[in-house]
């Protein structure tokens, strides 16, 4: 089990950046494959990326890909979600979550931070 905390969420313009940051508690967080998701207004929870325990792999939703880097520190026990080129589209509470090495599913997820780009 992890607990997670995202930051880095506020209001950019279109075009602009920003970059989300997931601290992790606990000793294992490098045990644990992360993920972005979002969700906006009135639609439901989307995946955005994920990476693996090393950071080796990731992998994109065709929506971000390109515009979007994910990474991680494990020394720091933080994820980071890049975002540039912001479309008014990508509004949307944003959340990390850790991948349970048993279950194999997200069972663990932040409270989410918010990210609103106006046009």
């Known amino acids: 089990q992890v607990q997670l905390v995202e930051s880095g969420g506020g209001l950019v313009q279109a075009g602009g950046s920003l970059r989300l940051s997931c601290a992790a508690s606990?000793?294992?967080?490098?045990?644990?494959?992360m993920g972005w998701f979002r969700q906006a207004p009135g639609k439901e929870r989307e995946f955005v990326a994920k990476?693996?325990?090393?950071?080796?792999?990731?992998y994109y939703a065709d929506s971000v890909k390109g515009r979007f880097t994910i990474s991680r520190d494990n020394a720091k026990n933080t994820v980071y979600l890049e975002m540039n080129s912001l479309k008014p589209e990508d509004t949307a509470v944003y959340y990390c979550?850790?991948?349970?090495?048993?279950?194999?599913?997200?069972?663990?997820w932040g409270q989410g931070t918010q990210v609103t780009v106006s046009s």
């Open positions: 979550a850790a991948v349970d090495p048993t279950t194999k599913s997200y069972g663990d």
């Open positions: 606990g000793r294992t967080f490098s045990s644990y494959s």
């Open positions: 990476i693996s325990r090393s950071g080796g792999m990731t």
